[in-house]
DNA sequence: TTACAAAAACTAATCGTATTAGTTATAATA
DNA sequence: TATTATAACTAATACGATTAGTTTTTGTAA
């Protein structure tokens, strides 16, 4: 029927790859364009525009840490699983970069395919908490607590903006310890309580 | 020696204001041209382009954010203190949308009128956290923590990702609670090691 | 009071990327 | 082999950032 040169799943994984060398703010679909061996408005034949497509690098970059972090989590449970699935979320953050940054800044618009990406891994940290002795309406709250914890501290890890010489690997380390050992107060307290 | 209309502060305040009015992604020179009455070339003569404008809005935000969190902290000790810095950053951060999301992004460039900026806040960081019973390196560890919650949950509110109907206000709350129980077990267990 | 000079503001022009309009080329299918 | 849907292309447009060069203003000093 047509020319069967480029996909969206190319455009998308490629520009995936690019961001991350460049960063958010050096991407351009002229770049990508050219790296795919095409003209720029090529690319309006399977992308309605450079929104659209940062739009689905946020989706990629989500589906993808979430099957790390599920993959993180086999064979774990209680607060080693949550230990672990903090671990993978911060090393695909930074390894990924630039897909980070997307997926931060992306996150705003909430669509139907917004919320199924970012669903499962919400999912999956929900079963997790779930497993220990707390309320349902906590563990949502907790899921809160960890996503504010691991998006602000890898995008300052992202962005160089420790100065202190001090180890990352350190801070994050007794962050993760920190945040576990005040679940585990609630924990006593509510179950004191129930 | 010359017309005395515009100067450097009276762009990076307009600035401000129209940052958080239309959001980080949309501030152009020609808008803030306009509110101010000029044509966008005029700009030039007090800064070098939007990049530096950018910068300059960072460091204005971190200078207010730091005012800000330094009032809250008068009066109180401890544990409150961190509570009463802590609700000071995010309240200033959700007030401040545009102008939050420029200090995120522009944080990256390290020189030394960026270190002045945000050092005064890491100092009054500091002296928080040492006046409780915990080792130096482990203050600017848990001065991380902070930061890489307060930065995330903040954006995470701004951009509302957050699907779940339940109490952002209530999310916060605890999550204040659970680092600084968490922040607790780590003085005691220093406490009992020394 | 008047001429000067520094600096700000202006107009005109350039550059780069996103996007759109309209044309050409390809490949599956009938 | 002819058709046709669709992808890729060229050409053109729009818009903001930035630069070059000109004009205007105003404090200072003759």
Excluded at 47 to 66: H, P, R
Excluded at 150 to 179: D, K, R, Y
């Amino acid at each position: 029927m047509a020319r069967n040169g480029l996909d969206i799943n190319m455009i998308i994984s490629r520009g995936a790859q690019l961001v991350n060398e460049v960063g958010l703010e050096n991407i351009t679909l002229k770049m990508i364009a050219e790296d795919l061996g095409v003209k720029t408005p090529s690319l309006y034949n399977h992308i309605t525009g450079l929104e659209e497509l940062k739009m689905q690098l946020m989706l990629y970059g989500w589906k993808q840490m979430e099957q790390r972090i599920m993959q993180s989590v086999i064979g774990v449970s209680g607060y080693d699983a949550i230990r672990a699935g903090c671990y993978a979320f911060y090393e695909y953050a930074i390894e990924n970069p630039g897909l980070f940054n997307v997926m931060l800044w992306y996150n705003k618009f909430q669509n139907e395919e917004t919320m199924e990406a970012t669903s499962g891994l919400f999912s999956v940290l929900f079963k997790i908490t779930s497993s220990l002795n707390i309320s349902e309406e906590n563990c949502n709250h907790i899921i809160r607590t960890l996503r504010g914890f691991l998006e602000g501290f890898s995008l300052l890890v992202n962005n160089e903006s420790f100065g202190n010489p001090i180890s990352i690997a350190e801070s994050f380390e007794l962050s993760i310890n920190i945040i576990i050992e005040g679940i585990k107060t609630l924990e006593e307290i509510q179950g004191g309580i129930e």
